[in-house]
């Protein structure tokens, strides 16, 4: 009986893993994705043209904001006029009488809030300009 007792405590349970059948699995794996990956096709996108495209008929009226929060209206490059936040309302509705697809281009001072810009696009569009753009400079 001491005998039977001495030979259970020498025998331990393995705690390590045999990696062998992993490593097994990941060559097949390797192997089935190297053989099937020159079989798949790319996805083809067929793009759009712009041949079709309308050439602008009407020159924009570019609106811009300075740092006092003041709107001038543009056109043709010189200052015509300049506009509080309440004329604002009155101009667009006047533009939109005009000509409804005439486009206006805003263009803000780098320090005017965001909120003033939003401000003044909403008041162009509730007052039935269509077209609204923002113009940016070229880097």
């Known amino acids: 009986m001491a005998g039977s007792l ?10 390590d893993i045999n990696v062998v059948p992993y490593i097994d699995v990941m060559l097949v794996l390797l ?5 099937t990956a020159p079989m798949v096709n790319p996805g083809v996108v067929n793009l759009p043209t712009v041949g079709g495209a309308k050439v602008q008929s009407l020159p924009p009226v570019f609106l811009t ?7 001038i209206v543009r056109k043709d ?14 101009f667009a509705r006047s533009q939109a009488e005009k000509s409804a697809e005439q486009p206006v281009v805003l263009a803000a001072d780098k320090s005017i ?4 810009v939003m401000d003044v696009m909403s008041k162009l569009k509730e007052n039935g300009v ?3 753009g923002l113009a ?3 880097q």
């Open 130 to 132: 269509k077209r609204v």
């Open 6 to 15: 001495r030979k259970s405590s020498k025998r331990r349970a393995m705690a």
């Open 136 to 138: 940016v400079k070229s």
């Open 113 to 116: 809030k965001y909120e003033v």
């Open 77 to 90: 490059g010189d200052p015509v006029q300049t506009l509080s936040k309440f004329e604002l309302g009155a």
């Open 31 to 35: 192997v089935i994705f190297m053989v």
């Open 65 to 71: 904001i300075d740092a006092n929060e003041n709107v």
